[in-house]
């Protein structure tokens, strides 16, 4: 990776977490910590790693990428927004009556939405069904799907994990944001799924652990990830819920809170100086 | 009717998915560790390729079966009722029904007439479930005619489509030759003026023999096949609650929320008519043999020729 594509995956990822505060300060609700967490996944993938095509989001043979922990959708949304998907103000419709952005995903209203989510555990079935598809189909194309850490304590992701093994399916990527944190606390405190990585392994991934803020151990990944034959991929990502917002940082009260007025200006005024420390670099 | 051939439609469904596969690529099956039950064994037998097992993980089938239409695949995923509209239902409901994604479920083993394996596996609440989310078909077969028709109208339909099966043979009366099926469109088989007998499933043979019994008593009965619960063929259950002033819902189901209470909501919004429901009434099955157990439920043409008496004040 350059030092200017790197440079501009970052300044990239500081918008994508402007956007996802934005929407979730207009609507005075949505989940904020983990839109955070993801957004520098959400950057990469969008701007580096998904063959797709903003004018044409309905592409057959486009790269599938779905949002299994749907209650990030703000984090998303503002990635598509920034990637061309739709215009940025929409992000200040966010879950407001007639938006096309609804509180967790909606493949037919959003474009570049490829799959409806938001009840936890289902995304990635979903995905793994469409690697499955795919394969019978030829397709080259790859799958792409994002779980929260307390997700995986659903158990219908083991069923679609025992799936993705069982038929082979090295189009699909499964990525873990191990935020540590959930609704109720921390995750090993509600419900424990450590360790991740060993449990992925058991059931036959192939498994790359990286820090999901370091987009260059990101492009290791999933470059490796690509080439991995035979077996799915799983990327468990460290990451820190709240990313770039001081207050929501490590905060799982900041799960599902909107920010008030002084904040999201806070915030705001937080994530510009980043950008501009970026641009400046 | 004890000469007549006896198909158990879960036969119809492997039968017709095989004949559709030959036809068409996009078709793929899932099933989860009971294709020798559901039948799609059958087609697996001839596609094997295109056949895929989830083993015993049924939530999983159906969110992963959504996946693959969204990919432009036809899937038809596959368990016992109580199985994908009991246990899957919140996967049906959020993967398919509200992306109203192009899957079709088929679901054997619907209703008491599983038998020997008891409550456990005797659904009788799907259509009650299936009916409740938006956009979605919910149609139960008579016989295998009716059946193998009704798989060919669901691959051709674009949207989501649960169809119940059942385990147990039941008897072959509609004419292949002359027979077209229609989602969403009743079939009258009897006409008649006194009462209206609307059934789905293998009660709509019991409602024909029913009739025949009735015209003996001086009773003239209108049977009604109404294959599809939803969307309900409205204008055919108002013009017969016009025509008998009287009508009875027979349901291999509970009385709450299948068929009886569709045809229930209908006329008391639009045409109040007395209405008597037959169907399993609010409690659970146990083991036994089929034919034994729909006796003892109520549901057969004895019982429905009672009902009807009574109703009828003879």
Known sequence: MTTSEKKQLMAAACKVRMGAIKGVHAAKAGHPGGSLSAADLFTYLYFKELRIDPKNPKWEDRDRFVLSKGHTAPGLYAALALRGYFPEEDLLTLRQIGSHLQGHPNMNLTPGVDMSTGSLGQGVSTAAGMALAAKYQGKDCRVYTLLGDGEIQEGEVWEAFMFAHHYKLDNLCVIIDNNGLQIDGRVEDV?????????????GFQVYEIDGHDFEQMETAFNQARETKGVPSAIVMK??????VSFMENQAGWHGKAPNDEEFEIAMNELSAQLAEVEGM | MADVKKIATRESYGNAL????????DLIVFDADLAGATKTGTFKKAFPERHFDCGIAESNMIAAAAG??????VPFASSFAMFTAGRAFEQVRNSIGYPHLNVKIGATHGGIS?????????????????RSIPGM????????????????????????????????GVPVFHDEASYTF????????????????????????????AAETLAGMGISAQVINMATIKPLDEELVLQAAKTCGKVITCEEHSVIGGLGEAVCGLLSEKCPTPVRRIG?????????????????????????VEVAKDFCGK
């Open chain 1, 191 to 203: 419900m424990s799924p450590y360790p991740i990585p060993e449990k992925l392994r058991a059931f």
């Open chain 2, 68 to 73: 693959a239409s969204t990919m432009g695949l």
């Open chain 2, 114 to 130: 599983v038998g020997e394996d008891g409550a456990s596996h005797q659904c009788c609440e799907d259509f009650a479930l299936m």
């Open chain 2, 280 to 304: 399993v009434n609010d409690e659970f099955g146990h083991s036994g043999p089929a034919g034994a157990l729909l006796k003892q439920f109520g549901l057969s043409a004895e019982h429905i």
């Open chain 1, 239 to 244: 990451t820190v819920k709240g990313k770039g």
């Open chain 2, 182 to 209: 229609q989602i969403g469109k009743g079939e009258v088989l009897r006409e008649g003026t006194d009462v209206a007998i609307i059934a789905n499933g293998l009660m709509v043979a019991e409602a024909l023999a």
């Open chain 2, 137 to 168: 078909v919910v149609m139960s077969p008579a016989d295998d005619v009716e059946a193998r028709a009704m798989v060919r109208a669901a691959y051709e339909y674009v949207g989501p489509v649960y169809m119940r099966f059942g385990r147990a």
């Open chain 2, 18 to 25: 095989k004949e559709l596969g030959a036809e068409h690529a």
